[in-house]
């Protein structure tokens, strides 16, 4: 391609079509997980929220889900390169604080059951930065992610589309 006055215009693939729109045809279901999001999520820092939920739909390759929950974190305040970072969080430890590696670590692990049962180690760790009562909160949250990443991925949901507080 030469450089000159003309732009050519990027053609970007076709956006998929969604398998359905489960929540128009089980709207009592949305509803409900509506509501159990919402429960889940009390008591939780946004941020360290949406860090998860982003993880979650990571390991989930639930596209609809990253799409939303990256604009809720840019919302919420949080850094872009945190973010981006998010997928190599072992890696790029500096970037978290203890208490988000140890949800970070609680994430994966809860996520990935393939992988075995949550291990000791893990979940001790993250009760060494969490209230008992939180904790709860942030197992809530991290298995309510993982409940809509099935819905989006089942169904293909499709990103590019959501904007923020736009179910709430």
């Not at 889940?40 to 949406?50: I, M, P």
């Not at 988000?100 to 060494?128: H, N, R, S």
Request: aromatic residues 8%.
């Amino acid at each position: 391609m030469t450089t000159d006055d003309t732009t050519a215009a990027t053609v970007y693939a076709a956006e998929p079509a969604p398998r359905m729109d489960w929540a128009a045809l089980a709207p009592d279901v949305f509803k409900a997980m509506l509501r159990l999001d919402a429960a889940a999520g009390r008591g939780l820092d946004a941020k360290l929220r949406e860090l998860v939920k982003i993880r979650a739909s990571q390991l989930n390759h639930c596209a609809f889900c990253l799409d939303m929950h990256t604009k809720d974190a840019l919302a919420a305040g949080e850094s872009v390169e945190r973010i981006v970072q998010l997928s190599a969080w072992e890696e790029s430890r500096h970037f978290y604080t203890e208490k988000e590696l140890a949800a970070l670590e609680l994430t994966d692990a809860v996520t990935v059951l393939t992988d075995g049962f949550v291990p000791d180690e893990v979940y001790e760790k993250a009760a060494g930065h969490f209230e008992e009562a939180e904790l709860a909160q942030l197992i809530a949250a991290i298995s309510v992610i993982n409940a809509w990443n099935r819905f989006g991925v089942a169904t293909r949901r499709v990103p590019g589309h959501y904007r923020p507080g736009q179910y709430t």
